[in-house]
Structures are given as structure tokens and as C-alpha cells.
């Protein structure tokens, strides 16, 4: 039995969209942050400032498990873009602080995750790492022993039963709730092609696509200043447009051309 305590994303904030969900998936994650105190508080405090731009629903760490987000909202946590894994599955990152115990930390996710599952009638099959919806190595602490970790949640005790409930049923009103701002930016993406280059690619067109990148929810680099939107064509803008790219079914080589803007601009005029 570990505390869950709810201390929810407030409403406003743009990393709590409020889109409606039926959970299906459970996405697994590691927050990558070492440092001494970057514990599941810590990740409440960093989740909650209004300029953050992700979000998901727990952070567990080795003692407590606070939680942001209600479970029939989604969260940006996946790196898909509106695919199934940021709009259909329960975001949970696991702590890795240097002054905690990280494997106290996988057990109570473990715990966790059982409970939801059984909960929300989720399949063990469901459970998935950050890295089957974008490719990122994430969980990356627990990639390579990812069979044992599934093997640890199956037998995790919570005291309920172990045959899931079937799911509950659909709530009629499943239309995602307007979103406060209704007026579409326009965007004016640069013709051509631009990749990586030594000097850097750089300039207004390169800005204008790390901006729309960033409004279709594949940021250069979320959590950095201005989720890394600098002008700049390096790796970490190669990175989105290839996770953009294979998202979208496009020749995933990370090189913006006439198909991948063909195809932002038709995510961002939906
Ligand atoms: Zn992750």
C-alpha cells in the first residue's frame, strides 16, 4: 500500500488540455533526473508551472506516488503526437533521484500499475515503455530488463482480486472540450529542404518550423527554454521531425522537404 496523493495540473494550464480519455495503454517512463531531491514532489512543483508542456498522471517515487491528472483526461507524455499513447494511455514516470532507492521506486510503480490495471480493466499486454510510441529510450532504466518488470507488476499484491474488471463503460460525451484559444495561428513553412548542417541550418524559416512542430506536440526539446524553439536546425529539431515523420507514415530520415510540410500543415489546419 503506497500513499497516492492527487494534486491535479490546475485546469488553465496548456499541459492539462483536458481532452476526454478511456484509458487503454499504461505508458511506463523514467524521468532521466539523477539529482539529489528530483523526487515524485519535485516533478508536482515542475508539472504545475504554467509554462511546463508536458504532462502526465503519476510520478512515483520510492515512498509516494502523487498524481496530476484525472485518469479520463490525457496528458503529453508519449511523444505521438494525438496518436493512441499521448490520447489513450495512463502517463507514469518513475523516479530516479540519486537520494532515493530507485528499486523501491519500480516496486511501488509495480504496485501501481496493478491496481490500475485491475481498476480500469487494463491488460497486462497494455503495459508498454515510453519508447513503443515514439522511439524514445525511455523507461531507460528499465528497457533492458523490461520481461522482469511486466513479471513484477503480474505479481504485485494489492489486496484485490486478480481478475480484471471488463471496462467500464463509454461515457456518452466523449467530444474533447474546446480548447480556450480558438484562433488558429498561421505558420509560414519554408519551402525546400533543411537538415542538419555543419554550420547549423538556421534562421526564421527553421523557427517557424520548430513552432509548428511544437503546436502539433513534437517539441525540439520539451522542458527546455521555449521547449528548445531557437532557430536552430541541429539534432533535437532533427529528432521531432523524425518522430514526426514516423508518426505520420513518411520517410522517417529526420530531413524536412515538401512532404513533411505538406503534412504538418495538414495536422495543424485539423
Ligand atoms: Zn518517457
Redesign the pocket.
Known amino acids: 500500500m503506497v500513499k497516492i496523493i492527487k494534486d491535479f495540473i490546475p485546469k488553465n494550464n496548456k499541459n492539462r488540455p483536458g481532452n476526454y480519455m478511456k484509458p487503454l495503454y499504461i505508458?511506463?517512463?523514467?524521468?532521466?533526473n539523477t539529482d539529489k531531491g528530483a523526487n515524485a514532489l519535485r516533478h508536482v512543483n515542475y508539472v504545475k508551472k504554467p509554462d511546463t508542456a508536458t504532462s502526465?498522471h503519476f510520478t512515483v517515487d520510492d515512498k509516494i506516488i502523487y498524481q496530476h491528472l484525472p485518469l479520463n483526461e490525457n496528458g503529453w507524455?508519449?511523444?505521438d503526437g494525438r496518436g493512441t499513447g499521448n490520447m489513450k494511455s495512463i502517463?507514469i514516470?518513475i523516479c530516479e533521484n540519486a537520494d532515493g532507492n530507485f528499486e523501491k521506486a519500480v516496486e511501488n510503480a509495480q504496485w501501481l500499475i496493478r491496481q490500475l490495471m485491475l481498476d480500469q480493466g487494463i491488460p497486462l499486454a497494455n503495459v508498454v515503455?515510453?519508447?513503443r510510441w515514439?522511439g524514445?529510450e525511455?523507461?531507460?532504466k528499465l528497457l533492458n530488463r523490461w520481461d522482469s518488470f511486466k513479471a513484477g507488476i503480474a505479481t504485485a499484491h494489492t489486496g484485490k482480486k486478480a481478475t480484471p474488471k471488463p471496462p467500464k463503460a463509454t461515457p456518452v460525451n466523449n467530444t474533447p472540450k474546446p480548447k480556450t484559444s480558438t484562433s488558429k495561428k498561421s505558420f509560414n513553412l519554408p519551402s525546400g529542404i533543411i537538415k542538419v548542417t555543419k554550420p547549423l541550418a538556421k534562421g526564421a524559416g527553421v523557427k517557424a518550423l520548430q513552432e509548428a512542430l511544437a503546436a502539433v506536440y513534437f517539441y525540439p526539446e520539451k522542458g527546455a527554454k521555449n521547449n528548445g524553439i531557437d532557430g536552430y536546425y541541429g539534432p533535437k529539431t532533427a529528432n521531432a521531425v523524425k518522430r514526426f515523420q514516423s508518426m505520420h507514415g513518411l520517410v522517417a530520415d529526420g530531413i524536412y522537404g515538401p512532404n513533411t510540410k505538406k503534412c504538418i500543415e495538414k495536422k495543424l489546419n485539423r
Open positions: 505508458t511506463v517512463h523514467n524521468t532521466a502526465w507524455h508519449a511523444g502517463g514516470e515503455p515510453h519508447k515514439s524514445k525511455c523507461p531507460r
